[in-house]
């Protein structure tokens, strides 16, 4: 059997369908989207999609069940969620293989998305206990305090790069908080999302506490924003459509968490290590083949230490294997679709015509599947598209600087701000790039992803609120005052 033999068959046992109210189905209609396996460009899946009145039936759903969920006792709550943990871990192996043939990431790198999701499920689900009110000392004859309660329906849209840790951020800070909440992920990497959801109903999660929806994402996003049952809008996506999706939240007063894209600067020091700074940037820059927003993805180093710096990033670069990631061995898979591969060539070739140079990569490879070269680009102007637009994919572009304030104000120019890193061994160093970055996630001398414990997200275009850590709840919760006169 082939390698696109033994993927389609491994897929063809997910389970690629609505859930909802409790039950997985068809849509109304009986309409499919293909699936397409980015290595093979093999269709290995027909996905149903909604119509209006699965919709509708999803959003009803979560309306019913909302206030069961709500009031249900905080260790009820917590004993179901991490009964579903437990199972997504002793399910990892397989969720691993489904993303690995849908979104293309090696296997080993999908199973630790797979793990650290448990994590963060496990995490907000004991944090849920800390959701605590206060007493306000006023008179004798008043008592005032603060409860904080879950907002109701939730409604939650999420792109195709984790296709487990994307929706899982949803899914276990609404639950835990006590919302119910309907979810549409991407179209692109469906059985994944199915089979986290799998392990909620297997789990206990009462019925229509979690929904399930895919379909055409325009007329399902106005849906559910335009439903009064639905509470809260929770948005991971590019900037573009975040800004359509808060106007049409805004319209109808409605919250919205927003985690958008980034641009992710890095400023190599004059005083850092070139060659520890550049393997710690090759090995994040790889990670998911780059389409991650918290990506490094503008590169400056300081002129004395440039070339170093370039060429020690070349040689960890060119040692990165790309292949199927079902593979042995492989450590950066396909770009998920057509779309992207087309995207890097554009950028390439934009950077090449404005002067700058190709040390490594900066093309297609092969014919077959979404391919594409680790790369690093060197001299590159500001000008060019890609200091100027985030890559989402396998390509390093760097350019030299000469003092620490110019490389600050270059990476605090566009209108991002989700992540930053910086190289130096110096405190005062330090200091300045943590005070001068403009970025709500901001990691020094290494490349630091997310985790439950810390809260994520991005200042100015790059969204609005934060998921994980202590904070991670908080969109999912309204605050009442409560004054009461005792006499």
């Not at 910086?422 to 405190?427: D, V």
């Not at 997200?457 to 919760?477: A, F, M, W």
């Amino acid at each position: 059997m082939s390698a696109a033999q033994d993927a389609a068959a491994a897929y063809s046992k997910a389970r690629l369908g609505l859930y909802i109210d409790g039950a997985w189905r068809e849509g109304a209609a009986g309409r499919t989207i293909d699936v397409v396996d980015p290595a093979t460009e093999e269709v290995v899946g027909r996905l149903p999609a909604a119509e209006p009145s699965d919709v509708e039936d999803a959003i009803a759903a979560a309306a019913r069940a909302f206030p069961a969920w709500r009031d249900t006792p905080i260790d009820e709550r917590t004993t179901i969620l991490l009964k579903a943990a437990g199972l997504y871990r002793q399910r990892a192996d397989e969720i691993a293989r489904l993303m690995t043939i849908e979104e293309g990431k090696p296997f080993a790198e999908a199973k630790g998305e797979v793990i650290r999701s448990a994590k963060a499920l496990e995490w907000d689900a004991q944090d849920a206990r800390r959701a605590y009110g206060r007493i306000i000392p006023v008179d004798p004859d008043t008592q005032l305090t603060v409860h904080h309660e879950p907002v109701g329906p939730v409604a939650a849209l999420v792109p195709w790069n984790f296709p487990s840790g994307g929706p899982n951020r949803k899914l276990a800070a609404a639950l835990a908080a006590g919302c119910s909440i309907v979810i549409k992920p991407s179209e692109e990497t469906p059985a994944t999302v199915s089979a986290l959801v799998e392990c909620f109903h297997d789990a206990g999660l009462p019925a229509g506490t979690l929904n399930l929806v895919f379909g055409d994402p325009a007329s399902i996003s106005d849906q559910l924003i335009n439903d009064p049952r639905i509470r809260l809008i929770a948005f991971t996506g590019s900037i573009p459509v975040g800004k359509i999706l808060a106007a049409k939240a805004g319209a109808v007063m409605k919250p919205v968490l927003m985690e958008l894209g980034g641009h992710a600067p890095v400023i190599v020091a004059e005083d850092a290590d070139p060659v520890v700074a550049a393997r710690r940037v090759a090995a994040a820059k790889y990670v998911n083949a780059g389409q991650v927003c918290t990506s490094p993805s503008r590169i400056l180093v300081h002129r004395s230490i440039y070339r170093p710096f370039v060429d020690e990033l070349v040689k960890a670069s060119a040692a990165v294997e790309v292949g199927n990631g079902l593979d042995e061995g492989v450590k950066m898979g396909p770009l998920a679709n057509e779309r992207r591969l087309a995207a890097m060539e554009r950028i390439v070739a934009d950077a090449v015509q404005r002067g700058a140079r190709i040390e490594l990569g900066g093309e297609r490879l092969g014919d077959r599947g979404y391919f594409f070269a680790p790369t690093v680009l060197t001299d590159v102007p500001l000008d060019a598209a890609v200091m100027n637009e985030e890559p989402f994919g396998p390509i390093a572009p760097v350019t030299p600087y000469d003092e620490l304030e110019e490389a600050l104000a270059v990476a605090n120019s566009l209108p991002y701000g989700l992540a930053a890193y910086g190289f130096t061994e110096s405190a005062a160093t330090a200091d300045a790039i943590i005070r001068g970055f403009e970025a709500g996630i901001l990691s020094i001398n290494h490349c630091g992803g997310s985790v439950p414990e810390a809260p994520s997200g991005g200042v100015k275009e790059s969204g609005i609120g934060r998921e994980g850590g202590t904070e991670g709840l908080d969109g999912y919760l309204v605050t009442k005052r409560v004054s009461h006169r005792l006499r």
